[in-house]
Structure formats: C-alpha cells, structure tokens
C-alpha cells in the first residue's frame, strides 16, 4: 500500500492505516459468510438451498446473522475509506467511492431491518430491508464497475484487478 503522507507511521507488516482500512474489505464477506454458517448450521430446519439468508434472522439465531450484515456492513465503509486513501483516482473513481459507501450502508440497512415472514403482511422494516436489498444487488456491480479504471492502473492494485472483475461478473449473474 502506498503511503501518502510521510508523517504515517506503519501498523502491521508493510501496512500503514491507510492499508489496514483497506484490508477491512477482505476481512468483511469472510466475517459475514462466518455468522450466516454458524447461524444457518445452529437453526434447527434451516435450509441454505430453500431458505433465504434474509429469512435466518426471523428465527431463534438470527441475532447472529443480523450482527453478521451489521458488520459487513461497517468494514465495507472502513474499506471505502482504505481505497479512497490508496488507490490513485482514474475516470469513475469518485463515482464507484461514492457508490461503494452507499452500498456499505445498504448492507447496515438490511441488518438492521428484518425482512418480513413469507405470506405474512408487509411492514416498514421489511420494506425497508427489500429495498435496501435491491439496492446492493444493483449497485455492487455498478461501484466495481467504476473502480476497475483505477485498480488497473494503480500499480499496487494492479494485481486485485482479474479479482475485482471475476467478484463483478459474478455479482452481475448472481443479483
């Protein structure tokens, strides 16, 4: 990671702040992919084929699935912070930064707003949390999309970029 600022002193490893923000990217799908395991696995006649991942935290374990998006959620916009300090700016840049704190607050919004049961009345909380999920659906191609320019050009990103597309395309046919 580059250092900005000849003031930064180094964390962890060749990492100053500026990196470990960024690193809090890495750290968020794997801390989130965790809880909902260990809450989907916990949940008696829970199904991870039949049953949304939303629909875990109307049961018994869901507390852990809502600090799991509560998480996400709060590394994505340290992660925001570690790339908008990093990564040097091509075309799209403060489009895919902006968008990529929208979709980091999204990710809190669905935590923090249980979806409604299946067949049970609409409420704000679930209308809440189906829009805030749209709106990640959409926008997490779109932010990577407008970030590629600059990961493929930054020569201490450069090796991120085949990574980033794969996680685009993949959002894309999965959304």
């Known amino acids: 990671m580059k250092n900005t600022n000849a003031e930064t002193r180094v964390i962890v490893g060749p990492f100053d702040i500026h990196g470990v923000l960024a690193l809090a990217g890495i750290a968020g799908p794997l801390v989130l992919i965790a809880l909902d395991m260990a809450a989907a696995i916990a949940q008696p006649g829970y199904n991870l084929v039949r049953d949304s991942i939303s629909s875990l935290a109307l049961t018994s374990m869901g507390w852990i699935q809502t600090i799991g998006f509560l998480l996400i959620g709060l590394l994505i ?51 809440i949390h189906l829009t805030a999920t749209y709106l ?13 320019p600059s990961i493929k050009k930054d020569p201490e990103w450069q090796g991120t970029f085949i990574y980033t597309s794969v996680t685009g395309i993949l959002a894309l046919t999965l959304a």
């Open 77 to 127: 916009e340290i992660f925001t912070a570690g790339l908008f300090l990093n990564v040097r700016r091509r075309r799209g840049f403060g489009a895919g930064i902006f968008l990529l704190a929208c979709f980091g607050f999204g990710l809190l919004m669905i935590g923090a707003f249980h979806t409604d049961p299946v067949g049970g009345p609409a409420t704000i909380n679930g209308i």
């Open 136 to 148: 990640v659906l959409g926008l997490f191609p779109v932010t990577l999309a407008l970030l590629l």
